[in-house]
């Protein structure tokens, strides 16, 4: 399995980059290529059940929910991921996720 050179450490560090007005728009980009996935296997359970968890609690663009919504986009859609940062002008935070 391809992994990200990031940690989850690191995606909290990722999610202070992104302005606080940008958080929401980030969040729903990528949960638009995160359930749209065909790579579904290899998301690991517990990060599954992370982001339902802040998802139920509308808690998705907050910075433990994004962290989580760009480590799945980070391994199911690097290059979209990537591309969606990089379209929203975060190119500092794309960066840190290209291989």
């Not at 450490?9 to 995160?34: G, N, S, W």
């Not at 690991?44 to 433990?64: F, R, T, V």
């Amino acid at each position: 399995m391809k992994r990200s050179r990031c940690n989850i450490v690191d995606y909290i560090k990722l999610v202070e980059m992104i302005p606080a007005q940008t958080r929401h728009t980030v969040a729903d980009k990528i949960v638009d290529f995160v359930l749209t996935s065909k790579n579904d296997e290899r998301m690991p359970p517990q990060l599954a059940k992370n982001i339902i968890h802040y998802w139920q609690k509308d808690l998705l663009s907050s910075e433990a929910g994004l962290a989580a919504l760009l480590e799945a986009a980070a391994l199911l859609e690097q290059e979209k991921t990537v591309g969606a940062l990089n379209e929203l002008q975060l190119a500092n935070v794309a960066g840190q996720i290209k291989p």
